[in-house]
């Protein structure tokens, strides 16, 4: 029997297992399928043979409707920086609830929770908010043009900034402007120019043609799409004194990894951007997204002065949001950083090492308290290993694979506890990689 094959054996045997431990998930999915397409409504955490219903968190572990514990090192994509259900967030929930979820009208802690933004974040000081990265980003956009007077945008083949048509290109890295999804307008490509990650003298070159067109360039300062990493060095420094000779401004997307610094990746590389979106740990587990940037730029959404662009969401900077997300930030002290990033550099170490010593052929990535596994290139069948991979480790009660987050809820037992279960894990797939 090939590798493919066994491969292939493995991946079934898991999958028989998953099965027998989430009847009831599977049950929620049939009766999802008839009111939701495909059962689903985020189609980044679908799953096969059939996703996973989780009713209850505490700490950083999930319960599902099965009745099975997991760690859980998603975080809901990381956003859970806290891990769930944490008392001093919860209190301000209940708290906030009590008073009304949301009202025509603005809140006090909302001017609370932007002032907290505007002092850690070194790029922001104005501040507005949405409901969602991808809003943030969308809005940031917009801003930057109404500021430029311009249409061009710059961003990098394979980054994703959101489900927003402006953006939805190159998203899967093949190096064409194209649409990367259905019903967004090929014609939209036109203002759209593709650079590639780590591609210092390149990507200067296309900021210097187009100067005269191009509002801004785009990116995520830590790499998330297709793996967490860090920037080479020198790239983002020369985009920031190239874009600032030429007059095109600096957008910086750090939804995620505002969890590098309490700045965010700005604060920790030391290169400040013009504008920042946000999004995920700001809302302490609720919707959320926010941007923001220099006094001068965001002036054009000032409703008292000269308003280029309005900006408006029924449940923008909403009470409760704003009450949670107030709680996270000033939970999330300097020391809290310490130990989550101390906590990811352990698990990151523990699980090169165990991927090096079967030499399996996978690739551990991240910084901080991030994390990515990857297949190497020319891997046979890498979405069945990646699949059975995810679900072979949540068979054995570890939640979050292939993109990892360590919480403040976490201890080392429970980094321990991860890398015990990826040894047995990967130690299987070891063995059914081996040709006999």
Request: contains cysteine; negative net charge; proline residues 5%.
């Amino acid at each position: 029997m090939n590798s493919e094959n066994r491969l292939l054996d493995w991946y079934r045997a898991v999958v028989d297992y998953y099965r027998r431990l989430t009847p009831r998930s599977a049950a929620l999915f049939v009766r999802g399928g008839g009111v939701l397409p495909g059962g689903d409504t985020r189609y980044s955490i679908t799953t096969r043979p059939h996703p996973t219903y989780f009713e209850r968190g505490e700490g950083p572990y999930v319960w599902d409707v099965d009745g099975n514990r997991r760690l859980d090192l998603n975080n809901n994509s990381t956003a859970l920086v806290h891990g769930h259900a944490h008392p001093e967030i919860v209190a301000a929930l209940r708290a906030q609830a009590g008073s009304g979820t949301a009202w025509g009208g603005h809140n006090p802690t909302e001017v609370d929770w932007a002032g907290i933004i505007c002092e850690r974040v070194p790029s922001i000081e104005r501040v507005r908010f949405a409901n969602s990265g991808t809003e943030a980003n969308m809005h940031m956009l917009k801003v930057a043009r109404a500021y430029t007077g311009r249409d061009l945008v710059l961003k990098l083949d394979g980054a994703y900034h959101g489900t927003y048509d402006g953006f939805e290109f190159a998203t899967e890295g093949d190096g064409g402007v194209s649409p990367s999804t259905g019903g967004v307008p090929a014609n939209l490509s036109e203002n759209v120019v593709l650079g590639a990650w780590g591609d210092t003298e390149g990507v200067a070159r296309l900021i210097r043609e187009r100067a005269g067109r191009l509002a801004a360039v785009i990116l995520t300062p830590f790499r998330s799409a297709g793996g967490f990493s860090h920037p080479p060095e020198g790239f983002l420094e020369t985009l920031r004194a190239v874009t600032a000779d030429e007059g095109v401004l600096l957008l910086f997307d750090e939804v995620i990894s505002l969890r590098l610094a309490m700045g965010g990746a700005q604060d920790r590389y030391g290169v400040t951007p013009d504008m920042t979106a946000l999004g995920k740990l700001v809302g302490g587990g609720l919707p959320v997204g926010a941007f923001g940037g220099r006094a001068d730029i965001m002036a054009v959404t000032d409703p008292l002065g000269d308003m280029k662009v309005a900006l408006a969401g029924t449940f923008n900077a909403n009470p409760m949001t704003a009450a949670a997300g107030v709680a996270a930030l000033r939970l999330l002290t300097p020391e809290v950083y310490g130990w989550i990033d101390h906590l990811g550099g352990l698990l990151r170490a523990g699980l090169s090492g165990a991927v090096r010593d079967r030499g399996l052929p996978l690739r551990v990535e991240g910084g901080g308290s991030l994390l990515s596994v990857a297949c190497e290139p020319g891997v046979v069948r890498p979405e069945v290993m990646m699949t059975g991979l995810s679900l072979a480790l949540g068979n054995r009660g570890v939640f979050g694979f292939p993109f990892l987050s360590t919480s403040s809820a976490m201890e080392e037992r429970h980094v321990e506890q991860m890398l015990d279960v990826a040894a047995a894990v990967l130690d299987d797939l070891a063995s059914s990689m081996r040709v006999h």
